[in-house]
């Protein structure tokens, strides 16, 4: 395969792959979204924020 040929193909290969890759990662969260153990982020600090501290009230 000549140079011609190969840097466009190679474009659109990664095109593609990081196309795929996006629509996998949309299509896990849109499934964890009905979940309610989304993350143990969330699950973590998923209670009420805490007061302000002495002085920091804007």
Do not use: Y
């Amino acid at each position: 395969m000549n140079s011609d040929v190969l840097i466009p193909v190679l474009a659109i290969a990664t095109l593609a792959i990081v196309i795929a890759v996006a629509l996998w990662q949309r299509a896990r969260v849109a499934q964890s979204r009905n979940d309610p153990k989304r993350s143990a982020f969330t699950q973590a600090h998923g209670e009420a924020p805490r007061p302000n501290r002495p002085g920091t009230e804007h």
